[in-house]
Protein backbone atom coordinates (compact mmCIF):
# COMPACT_ATOMS: atom_id res chain seq x y z
CA UNK A 1 0.00 0.00 0.00
CA UNK A 2 1.44 3.37 -0.78
CA UNK A 3 1.15 6.69 1.25
CA UNK A 4 2.93 10.00 1.28
CA UNK A 5 5.45 10.63 2.89
CA UNK A 6 7.07 14.52 3.29
CA UNK A 7 11.06 14.73 2.98
CA UNK A 8 12.91 18.03 4.23
CA UNK A 9 15.88 19.18 2.28
CA UNK A 10 18.00 22.39 2.59
CA UNK A 11 15.06 23.34 5.22
CA UNK A 12 12.37 22.92 2.37
CA UNK A 13 9.50 20.34 2.41
CA UNK A 14 9.02 17.71 -0.22
CA UNK A 15 6.34 15.00 -0.81
CA UNK A 16 6.89 11.63 -2.22
CA UNK A 17 4.63 8.61 -2.97
CA UNK A 18 5.94 6.08 -1.09
CA UNK A 19 5.27 1.83 -0.82
CA UNK A 20 6.63 -0.50 1.68
CA UNK A 21 7.84 -3.92 0.35
CA UNK A 22 8.68 -6.65 2.76
CA UNK A 23 11.71 -8.89 2.29
CA UNK A 24 13.52 -11.68 4.62
CA UNK A 25 14.98 -8.78 5.52
CA UNK A 26 11.96 -6.72 6.83
CA UNK A 27 10.83 -3.61 5.06
CA UNK A 28 12.18 -1.42 2.75
CA UNK A 29 10.56 1.72 1.51
CA UNK A 30 10.30 2.27 -2.21
CA UNK A 31 9.49 5.92 -3.63
CA UNK A 32 7.37 5.86 -6.43
CA UNK A 33 6.84 9.05 -7.42
CA UNK A 34 8.01 12.78 -7.01
CA UNK A 35 4.73 14.64 -5.96
CA UNK A 36 6.00 18.13 -5.93
CA UNK A 37 6.90 20.80 -3.53
CA UNK A 38 4.97 21.65 -0.36
CA UNK A 39 3.20 24.17 0.74
CA UNK A 40 1.03 24.88 4.10
CA UNK A 41 -2.53 26.87 4.67
CA UNK A 42 -4.11 27.87 7.42
CA UNK A 43 -7.93 28.28 7.50
CA UNK A 44 -8.71 31.90 6.77
CA UNK A 45 -12.27 31.82 5.76
CA UNK A 46 -14.60 30.01 7.60
CA UNK A 47 -17.81 29.36 5.31
CA UNK A 48 -19.84 26.41 4.26
CA UNK A 49 -19.66 25.23 0.69
CA UNK A 50 -23.52 26.13 -0.05
CA UNK A 51 -23.03 29.72 1.66
CA UNK A 52 -19.70 30.33 -0.58
CA UNK A 53 -21.34 29.59 -3.73
CA UNK A 54 -24.62 31.26 -2.77
CA UNK A 55 -26.87 27.75 -3.67
CA UNK A 56 -30.27 28.19 -2.10
CA UNK A 57 -31.47 25.18 -3.48
CA UNK A 58 -29.05 21.89 -3.40
CA UNK A 59 -31.16 19.37 -5.20
CA UNK A 60 -31.28 21.59 -8.04
CA UNK A 61 -27.64 22.55 -7.84
CA UNK A 62 -26.82 18.38 -7.85
CA UNK A 63 -28.99 17.92 -10.50
CA UNK A 64 -28.28 20.90 -13.10
CA UNK A 65 -24.39 20.39 -12.58
CA UNK A 66 -22.52 17.41 -13.54
CA UNK A 67 -19.92 15.90 -11.22
CA UNK A 68 -16.42 17.45 -12.74
CA UNK A 69 -18.34 21.18 -11.99
CA UNK A 70 -19.65 20.31 -8.26
CA UNK A 71 -15.86 18.80 -7.92
CA UNK A 72 -14.42 22.11 -9.48
CA UNK A 73 -16.72 23.60 -7.29
CA UNK A 74 -15.41 22.09 -4.14
CA UNK A 75 -11.32 23.14 -5.13
CA UNK A 76 -12.58 26.32 -5.85
CA UNK A 77 -14.20 26.66 -2.50
CA UNK A 78 -11.41 25.26 -0.24
CA UNK A 79 -8.77 27.16 -2.45
CA UNK A 80 -11.16 30.27 -1.31
CA UNK A 81 -11.11 28.95 2.49
CA UNK A 82 -7.66 28.69 2.41
CA UNK A 83 -6.64 31.54 1.07
CA UNK A 84 -5.01 30.39 -1.86
CA UNK A 85 -4.05 32.59 -5.06
CA UNK A 86 -5.38 31.19 -8.23
CA UNK A 87 -2.85 33.66 -9.64
CA UNK A 88 0.12 32.04 -7.63
CA UNK A 89 -0.96 28.55 -8.32
CA UNK A 90 -2.65 27.55 -11.31
CA UNK A 91 -5.44 24.43 -10.69
CA UNK A 92 -7.04 22.69 -14.04
CA UNK A 93 -8.81 19.78 -13.52
CA UNK A 94 -8.94 18.86 -17.56
CA UNK A 95 -5.39 18.21 -17.25
CA UNK A 96 -5.65 16.87 -13.84
CA UNK A 97 -2.63 19.44 -12.89
CA UNK A 98 -2.11 21.68 -9.84
CA UNK A 99 0.91 23.71 -10.30
CA UNK A 100 3.24 26.53 -9.04
CA UNK A 101 5.43 28.50 -12.08
CA UNK A 102 5.01 25.14 -14.04
CA UNK A 103 6.20 22.78 -11.58
CA UNK A 104 4.49 19.84 -9.25
CA UNK A 105 3.37 21.11 -6.17
CA UNK A 106 1.71 19.99 -3.03
CA UNK A 107 -1.04 21.81 -1.07
CA UNK A 108 -1.26 20.74 2.51
CA UNK A 109 -4.84 21.69 3.53
CA UNK A 110 -7.63 19.77 5.79
CA UNK A 111 -5.08 16.80 6.63
CA UNK A 112 -4.81 15.97 3.00
CA UNK A 113 -2.15 16.14 0.06
CA UNK A 114 -3.93 18.34 -2.91
CA UNK A 115 -1.46 17.35 -6.20
CA UNK A 116 -1.61 16.08 -9.10
CA UNK A 117 -2.06 12.72 -7.88
CA UNK A 118 -4.84 13.42 -5.67
CA UNK A 119 -6.45 15.49 -8.24
CA UNK A 120 -6.05 13.14 -10.81
CA UNK A 121 -7.53 10.19 -7.97
CA UNK A 122 -10.76 11.75 -7.23
CA UNK A 123 -11.55 12.70 -10.82
CA UNK A 124 -10.51 9.52 -12.40
CA UNK A 125 -12.53 7.56 -10.03
CA UNK A 126 -14.00 4.29 -11.25
CA UNK A 127 -16.20 2.18 -9.26
CA UNK A 128 -15.74 -1.57 -8.85
CA UNK A 129 -19.71 -2.49 -8.35
CA UNK A 130 -19.50 -2.97 -4.79
CA UNK A 131 -21.23 0.35 -3.60
CA UNK A 132 -20.03 -0.04 0.03
CA UNK A 133 -16.30 -0.36 -0.48
CA UNK A 134 -17.16 2.50 -3.53
CA UNK A 135 -18.47 4.67 -1.05
CA UNK A 136 -15.31 4.12 0.90
CA UNK A 137 -12.75 4.94 -1.77
CA UNK A 138 -14.04 8.34 -3.13
CA UNK A 139 -14.41 9.74 0.23
CA UNK A 140 -10.66 8.60 0.76
CA UNK A 141 -10.09 10.29 -2.50
CA UNK A 142 -11.71 13.43 -1.10
CA UNK A 143 -10.25 13.31 2.26
CA UNK A 144 -6.32 12.53 0.58
CA UNK A 145 -7.02 15.40 -2.00
CA UNK A 146 -7.75 18.01 1.15
CA UNK A 147 -11.03 18.41 0.49
CA UNK A 148 -13.32 18.34 3.06
CA UNK A 149 -16.89 17.76 0.87
CA UNK A 150 -20.16 17.99 3.10
CA UNK A 151 -22.35 15.05 3.25
CA UNK A 152 -24.87 15.99 1.23
CA UNK A 153 -22.46 17.28 -1.39
CA UNK A 154 -20.71 13.67 -1.25
CA UNK A 155 -23.72 11.73 -1.48
CA UNK A 156 -25.23 13.84 -4.63
CA UNK A 157 -21.58 13.24 -5.81
CA UNK A 158 -22.11 9.48 -5.50
CA UNK A 159 -25.53 8.84 -6.18
CA UNK A 160 -24.49 10.62 -9.75
CA UNK A 161 -21.58 8.06 -10.29
CA UNK A 162 -23.57 5.37 -9.91
CA UNK A 163 -26.23 6.30 -11.76
CA UNK A 164 -24.00 7.17 -14.62
CA UNK A 165 -23.25 3.83 -14.08
CA UNK A 166 -26.32 2.47 -14.43
CA UNK A 167 -27.12 4.96 -17.58
CA UNK A 168 -24.27 2.98 -19.53
CA UNK A 169 -25.47 -0.61 -18.32
CA UNK A 170 -29.45 0.46 -19.77
CA UNK A 171 -28.10 1.90 -23.32
CA UNK A 172 -25.10 -0.08 -23.59
Sequence with gaps: MAFFRIKKIKGKEYAYLVENEWSKKGSRQTVKGYLGK???FQLKNDVGFLQH????NFENYVNENDASKIIYDLFEWEFFKFGISKEEFSLDLDERRIQQHNKKIVLLINDG???NLTLKNLLDFKSENDEEKDGYMYARAFVEAGIKVPQEVFVGLFGKLYKTKEEVKENG
Design 38 to 40: IHR
Design 53 to 56: LGIG
Design 113 to 115: YMC
